[in-house]
């Protein structure tokens, strides 16, 4: 019997009632909540993970998990979702032109509705990563939803910034993907496709610029985002155990999504994809256009070596806080870069304090 962690696995969580709660979008996607309930409480937390990420991250059992810091700082029910970019479904796996704003319109609302449905009227706290961070603030500040007592944004909120190289990669990656190399999607794991393979060439091509470690998963991720050596945390930061099943908590990513992160980059806020698109008439073209009228307030997380989404929550902040004088708040996390802020060993000790001192903050 192999020692490696499960994949897709609540072992992390212990102590607690563990149900799953399906539902569907108005676009004809099935996505999930997991419920983790020890006790009902007054304040309810809503985990979103980031783009290739899943509600794994949140329950990771080789160190103390965010989902079990909550519960045992008394925040005894706590659900976590997987939306449509979630690696426990195979829609990233898939072709097809998603956007933010699908992810806007039609995931966070759906999944909130579901919460509510459970919980009734309590309070709600929500704790969001990357791209999941970008796209529920874009369904809140664009009037999909509202009943949000506090947001906690790790990395980027409504400003998405970008290291030049990232720039390019945004850029000018989505189309070579799919037009010149065949790839609708990337995967972490094409390294352990067959030999010769276009996903195993691709892998041992970018092997050969990462030399920071012999995880070729890992590289391969650096290259899907960010730029860096590693890009996504410092090695440091995370466990061992972590490190070697780092695809299975960072799956496949279709490549679409680049071509919207790209969009907001140019603009310098989140925007629209395309706002000649019927179907999204209801989300607005600027989803800062009316950041004044919203009072839900923002805690903006931000690693000073995140080198996927740079300084964006440090300016993010400083844009918000013109709108809404005192009402949002920024955090640094010294040390940190993009992800390790929930995947790392420590992140328990530096990170999640902060975020329970603000929701209890905000607990009023």
């Known amino acids: 019997m192999s020692n490696r962690i499960p994949r897709f696995t609540h072992d992390g969580v212990k102590g607690a009632d563990i149900s799953a709660h399906p539902f569907a979008?108005?676009?004809?996607?099935?996505?999930?909540?997991?419920r983790f309930h020890r006790?009902?409480?007054?304040?309810?937390?809503?985990?979103?993970?980031?783009?290739?990420?899943a509600s794994d991250m949140f329950i990771m059992p080789e160190h103390r998990n965010l989902v079990s810091y909550l519960l045992d700082e008394g925040f005894t029910d706590v659900w976590a979702v997987d939306f449509r970019m979630s690696n426990r479904f195979p829609y990233d796996m898939e072709t097809h032109r998603f956007t933010l704003d699908d992810c806007a319109l039609y995931d966070h609302p759906a999944a909130l509705a579901e919460l509510r449905r459970h919980i009734g009227d309590r309070r709600v706290h929500v704790i969001a990563h990357c791209l999941g961070s970008v796209s529920f603030m874009m369904s809140l500040y664009g009037g999909a939803l509202d009943g949000v007592t506090s947001v906690i944004a790790n990395s980027v909120a409504l400003v998405p910034r970008v290291p030049l190289w990232s720039k390019y990669k945004l850029g000018y990656g989505p189309a070579l993907a799919e037009y010149l190399l065949g790839f609708s999607f990337l995967d972490p794991r094409f390294g352990d496709a067959p030999v010769l393979t276009r996903g195993w060439l691709l892998s041992r091509f970018l092997s050969v610029f990462h030399r920071e470690c012999d995880v070729r998963a890992c590289h391969l991720l650096s290259f899907m985002w960010g730029s860096g050596r590693p890009a996504l945390y410092d090695h440091h930061n995370l466990d061992d155990a972590t490190h070697e099943r780092i695809a299975d908590l960072c799956g496949g990513v279709g490549v679409h999504y680049?071509?919207?992160?790209?969009?907001m980059v140019e603009a310098g806020r989140a925007v629209k994809y395309d706002p000649k698109d019927g179907r999204f008439t209801a989300l607005p073209d600027d989803y800062l256009a009316n950041a004044a009228d919203i009072r839900t307030p923002v805690l903006m997380l931000g690693g000073?070596?995140?080198?996927?989404?740079?300084?964006?929550?440090?300016?993010?902040h400083r844009r918000l806080e013109e709108a809404a004088p005192g009402l949002h708040e920024f955090a640094a996390l010294p040390g940190?870069?993009?992800?390790?802020?929930?995947?790392?060993?420590?992140?328990?000790?530096?990170?999640?304090?902060?975020?329970?001192?603000?929701?209890?903050?905000?607990a009023c």
Do not use: W
């Not at 000073?304 to 993010?316: K, T, Y």
């Open 336 to 362: 940190y870069g993009h992800m390790d802020p929930f995947l790392g060993r420590d992140a328990h000790a530096d990170v999640f304090p902060k975020m329970v001192d603000f929701i209890k903050r905000k």
């Open 304 to 316: 000073d070596r995140n080198r996927v989404f740079a300084d964006s929550n440090v300016v993010c």
């Open 25 to 34: 979008t108005e676009d004809g996607l099935g996505l999930n909540l997991t």
């Open 39 to 53: 006790a009902d409480c007054d304040d309810v937390v809503l985990l979103v993970h980031g783009l290739t990420l």
């Open 258 to 263: 680049y071509r919207h992160v790209h969009k």
